[in-house]
């Protein structure tokens, strides 16, 4: 009889361990496909990546998903709260240091970022929409964080 329960817990643990791993990544990851050429040489087009659901903790350099008019982009976060974005001479630069691979064509323009606000930027400059053109975004906006 013993034997016959202990045979049924390894039946039922068998079952449930799949199910529970499977919840917890459904609940703590997210699988997003790249889509574009703004995140190059880093990500590519069509590649998939693991992201973290966990968006409490955004800080310079990381990889974030956010939504931007209902459509979802990736990007790279080159400043958050507190930091003042200057783009001029073709460049941008974070609280006066110039970003490497950074180019801006425009107006002369400074924001100072305000609680929850991220500027962020593609990897390929050339061909990103980013905070450049659209402005820094909410970090209510980042839905995942790249791992």
Known sequence: MRKKNN?????????????????????????????????????????????????NDIQKNSIVILKY???????????VENDTVAMKDNSVYINGVKLVNSCYEGEDKTIELKKGEIFVLGDNC???MDSRYFGSVSEDQVISVKI
């Open 69 to 79: 008019e209902d459509e979802l982009i990736v990007k790279r976060v080159a400043a």
């Open 7 to 55: 045979k049924n817990l390894k039946e039922i643990s068998l079952i449930l361990l799949p199910v529970i791993i499977a919840i917890v990544f459904i609940f703590n990851f997210k699988i997003i496909k790249v889509d574009g050429f703004s995140m190059a040489p880093t990500l590519s087009d069509g590649q998939y990546i693991l992201t973290s659901r966990h968006t």
């Open 126 to 128: 050339k061909v990103s």
